[in-house]
C-alpha cells in the first residue's frame, strides 16, 4: 500500500517526532524546573535531528569540497541553519538556569507548583504588574551616581 | 583541587595545547569543519578548566572582568564594523565584495574577520557564563519585599 | 544496509536516554544523561552528514550546557520532589494527551514529506545547487557550511552573534549583581561575603 511504502521511507521522521514529543512531555508535565529545562533542550535537539534529515542525500557526503571523487553533497542550507539554533538554544538554557538560581535564592524551592503556591500564599500576583519600581530598597541614594 | 598533583599538571600541560586546537579549529574552518562557534566554545573550555583546577580567584586574575566585558563588546563590534567598512568603500551592507580589488579576495578577507568576531564573542561569553554560575552567592539576593519565603537555606 | 543499521541503533539509543530522562530522580544523573543524549545526537549528525553541526553540538550541548547545568546543580536540592502519585497521574495524563495529538499531527505532516535522501527533494533543488556551485568556482573555499554560514547567509550569523551577546549580558545582569550604578553593585557583591556566617 501507498501508506506503508511512505512510512518505510520516512521512519526516520517517524523516530524523531517521538523524540520530540518526549521531550514536550517533560516540558509540560514536570513540576522540577532543572527537569523542564533537560526537557527543553532534548526537545530543541530532536528538532534539530529532523531538521537535518531533511536535509540528507542518499549517496552524498558532507558538504567540503573535494578536488576529486563524489559529486554529490548534502544540503548545507539546513546545515547553517540548525549552527544558528545550536547557539541560540545554549544561550537559552544560560539564561533560564540563571533564573532557576534566583528563583531559588527568592523562594527556597524550584518545584513548580510550590513556588506558585508560596506566591499565592504571599499574596503576590500571578504576574509583575503591580510590583513597585524599586524592589530591593537597596538603593539609599535613588540611583544618581553624582 | 588546587591540592592534588595529577589534576594540577595535566591542567598545566593540557592548557596551551587546547588553545592552539581551538585557533587551529577558528582559522581552518574554509577548509574542514569548523569556523566561529567550536573555536570559541574549545579555546573558552582551556581557561575553564584553569579556573575549575585553580579556583575561580586564579581564573580572574588570567582574564580580568574588564578585559572579559572588553572582548564580548569587540566580538559584536568586528563583525558590525566589517558590514560598515563595506558601506563605507560604496558597497552595500555586509558586502565582502568591495573589500578588497578582487572580490574573491575580498570575500576571503571578509569571511575570515566575520569569523573572528564570532570566535571572540563566544569565547568571552562562554567564559563569563562559567565565572557568573561558578560565583554565584545566593546571600546577595535573598532578601525581597515577602521576607518569610525561605532565603536560600534549603 | 549498513547505514540504516546505524540510525536505527543510534535513534533507539536516544529513545532510551529519553525515557531515562523522565524516569530518574537524581538531578544530577538527569543532567549527566542529558549530556549523553547531546553526544549521541552528535554521531547520529556525523551520520546524516552533518560534520560542523555534529561538532558544534559535541561542544556546546555536551560540554558547555552540561558545564552549565552542573554548575546551577551545586546551589541547588539533588532530587526532585515527587508528588503523591494520584497529583501526578492527572498530570502525566493530561501532558501525555497533548503530547499524541500534537505527535499525531506531526506525523501526519511527516508521512507527505520526500522520503529521505531523495536527490530530486524541492530543498536541495532551490539555492543549494548555487551556493554548493559558486564556493567552488567564484570563492574557492571548500567548507560550503562556513562560506553560507558568513557571506551567503550573513545577517542571519550577525543575529545570532547578537543573541550569545545578550545572553551573556542576561545572565551577568541576573547574577553579577549588575544593579543601577556601581556603587549599589559593590554593596551587592560585599553582601554575599561573610554575613551570617
Not at chain 1, 513556588?115 to 538603593?139: C, E, I, Y
Not at chain 2, 587546547?18 to 574552518?29: A, D, K, P, T
Request: glycine share 10%.
Amino acid at each position: 500500500m501507498d501508506l506503508v511504502a511512505t512510512i518505510t521511507a520516512n521512519w526516520n521522521y517517524l523516530i524523531v517526532i517521538l523524540l520530540m514529543m518526549g521531550g514536550l512531555f517533560i516540558v509540560i508535565s514536570q513540576n522540577n524546573m532543572v527537569k523542564k529545562l533537560v526537557g527543553l533542550a532534548i526537545f530543541q535537539t530532536s528538532v534539530f535531528l529532523f531538521y537535518i534529515t531533511v536535509g540528507k542525500v542518499a549517496g552524498g557526503t558532507a558538504p567540503i569540497l573535494m578536488s576529486y571523487g563524489k559529486a554529490a553533497y548534502s544540503n548545507p542550507l539546513p546545515h547553517v541553519l540548525i549552527l544558528t539554533a545550536i547557539v541560540v538554544g545554549v544561550a537559552t538554557t544560560a539564561l533560564g538556569l540563571a533564573l532557576v538560581l534566583r528563583i531559588h535564592a527568592a523562594f527556597g524551592s524550584i518545584e513548580d507548583d510550590e513556588v506558585l503556591a508560596m506566591k499565592a500564599d504571599a499574596g503576590m500576583p500571578r504576574s509583575k504588574r503591580s510590583r513597585s519600581s524599586d524592589p530591593d530598597g537597596s538603593d539609599p541614594d535613588g540611583g544618581d551616581p553624582a | 583541587m588546587r591540592d592534588n598533583p595529577v589534576l594540577r599538571t595535566a591542567a598545566k600541560i593540557l592548557f596551551a595545547p587546547i588553545i592552539v586546537f581551538g585557533l587551529y579549529v577558528q582559522f581552518h574552518g574554509d577548509y574542514s569543519p569548523g569556523g566561529g562557534f567550536q573555536a570559541g566554545v574549545i579555546i573558552a573550555a582551556a581557561f575553564i578548566l584553569h579556573g575549575l583546577i585553580f579556583g575561580l580567584e586564579a581564573g580572574r586574575r588570567l582574564v580580568p572582568e574588564w578585559l572579559n566585558l572588553a572582548m564580548l563588546a569587540a566580538g559584536v563590534l568586528i563583525y558590525g564594523g566589517v558590514g560598515v567598512a563595506g558601506m563605507a568603500l560604496d558597497g552595500l551592507y555586509l558586502d565582502y565584495n568591495v573589500l578588497l580589488p578582487d572580490p574573491s579576495a575580498g570575500q576571503h578577507v571578509g569571511i575570515i574577520l566575520v569569523e573572528f568576531g564570532v570566535g571572540l564573542t563566544v569565547t568571552s561569553v562562554m567564559l563569563a557564563l562559567f565565572h557568573a554560575f561558578a560565583g554565584f552567592s545566593e546571600d546577595r539576593f535573598a532578601d525581597k519585599p515577602e521576607d518569610t519565603a525561605g532565603g536560600g537555606s534549603q | 544496509m549498513t547505514v540504516f543499521v546505524t540510525n536505527m541503533l543510534l535513534l533507539l539509543f536516544l529513545v532510551f536516554l529519553l525515557v531515562l530522562v523522565i524516569r530518574t530522580r537524581r538531578l544530577f544523573a538527569v543532567v549527566v544523561l542529558a549530556g549523553a543524549y547531546s553526544l549521541v545526537s552528535a554521531a547520529m549528525f556525523v551520520n546524516l552528514d552533518a560534520v560542523d553541526v555534529a561538532f558544534t553540538e559535541a561542544a556546546v550541548g555536551a560540554g558547555i550546557s552540561t558545564v552549565l547545568f552542573l554548575a546551577t546543580m551545586a546551589y541547588l536540592p539533588g532530587r526532585e520532589k515527587v508528588l503523591p502519585s494520584s497529583g501526578r497521574f492527572g498530570n502525566n495524563m493530561s501532558a501525555a494527551i497533548i503530547c499524541v495529538i500534537a505527535g499525531a499531527l506531526l506525523v501526519a505532516a511527516a508521512v507527505e514529506l520526500p522520503a529521505v535522501g531523495d536527490p530530486n527533494a524541492p530543498a536541495h533543488l532551490h539555492v543549494a545547487p548555487r551556493y554548493l556551485e559558486e564556493s567552488y568556482s567564484f570563492l574557492h573555499i571548500p567548507n560550503v557550511v562556513t562560506t553560507v554560514l558568513a557571506s551567503y547567509r550573513g545577517f542571519d550569523t550577525l543575529g545570532e552573534t547578537i543573541v550569545v551577546f545578550t545572553a551573556g549580558l542576561g545572565v551577568l545582569v541576573l547574577l553579577s549583581g549588575y544593579t543601577r550604578t556601581r556603587r549599589t553593585r559593590n554593596e551587592t557583591l560585599s553582601r554575599g561575603e561573610g554575613d551570617d556566617a
